[in-house]
């Protein structure tokens, strides 16, 4: 018998005393690995849009237009120009949840925003997607007076096949995803949003949500199953984690695609980071695997 292993033998119950009370194992340290990272390509293959602004205002990854636009008014777009076009909205280097931010520093009356064909998978059959983007701000002390939309995306309004999220306008400020499709549909009267029960049922919000200056909260929206018999649904993340959903959206979203738009910063003061549009809803484990990416959505490509 081989010296190495006679000698072995002669120890099993001591190494078989040392494992049972210490409750561990003998293992060589070159065979420890460390746990594989969460696999991205369904992620990567599904991004559509990203504006990091980490080299400015323009996208770093588009299928259609990576120009950002600035108008006068959103019923305006015919009169666009190209890059930001307000002395109190700038890149912030080095502030962002990864590299620079796009900074609101008072809120403002323009139109900012990139354009939705190609870069947000539209469909007039079976409309799916995901919005993510990252805030940095107090809501009840940065922002001013009044309802504030961080995004919207539509061809039209807010209530008029329209996605969005916002700050309500009074302190303690809540949180809220609004998804509405054709006006004339499910509010033909054009009742005010505030005397509409149709309208505030839709909504999913969050009280006390979880901003805060100083630090960064991600917010995502997805989306299924809009434009179809079945009727659609919508789901509000922050963080990874499931907020609420809203269910049986059954009106057509009608979009004049051309003129729709990807808005950023409607009446919004606060940081704005990492802007991205994956074509399809991501699922509860993509959403918290996007939330935990090292680099950012760059990492995806």
């Not at 696999?39 to 299928?63: I, K, Q, V, Y």
């Not at 809501?139 to 309004?157: F, H, R």
């Not at 700050?167 to 998804?179: C, E, I, K, T, Y």
């Amino acid at each position: 018998m081989p010296y190495r292993l006679a000698r072995l033998r002669g120890y099993v119950p001591w190494l078989l005393f040392v494992i049972g009370t210490a409750g561990c194992s003998v293992s060589d340290p070159a065979e420890v690995t460390k746990e594989p990272s969460p696999p991205t390509d369904g992620l990567s293959e599904a991004l559509s849009f990203h504006a990091s602004f980490d080299h400015g205002p323009t996208a770093d990854f588009a299928r259609g237009d990576a120009q950002i636009y600035t108008a006068p008014k959103y019923d305006q777009l015919d009169q666009a120009s190209p890059g930001i076009g307000d002395p109190d909205i700038s890149i912030e280097n080095n502030a962002g949840r990864v590299g620079s931010a796009l900074k609101f520093n008072r809120s403002y009356k323009r139109a900012l925003f990139y354009r939705s064909e190609k870069n947000l998978a539209y469909s007039t059959e079976n409309w799916v997607g995901t919005i993510s983007f990252w805030l940095n701000l107090n809501p009840d002390e940065d922002l001013e007076p009044g309802y504030c939309d961080p995004i919207q995306v539509t061809d039209s309004a807010y209530n008029d096949a329209a996605i969005w999220v916002d700050f309500s306008q009074d302190p303690p400020r809540d949180f809220r995803l609004g998804v509405f499709g054709d006006l004339e549909v499910w509010n033909p009267q054009k009742v005010s949003p505030n005397d509409n029960p149709d309208f505030m049922n839709r909504l999913v919000a969050v009280t006390r949500p979880p901003f805060k200056r100083g630090s960064w909260t991600q917010v995502v929206i997805t989306y299924a199953g809009l434009n179809s018999e079945a009727g659609g649904t919508a789901r509000l993340y922050l963080d990874g984690r499931l907020q609420g959903t809203a269910e049986g959206i059954q009106e057509p979203f009608t979009w004049d695609l051309p003129r729709s738009t990807i808005r950023l910063g409607i009446n919004y003061v606060g940081l704005f980071d990492e802007l991205a549009i994956f074509d399809r809803a991501l699922g509860d484990e993509e959403v918290r695997i996007l939330h935990q990416l090292e680099g950012g959505v760059a990492a995806l490509y």
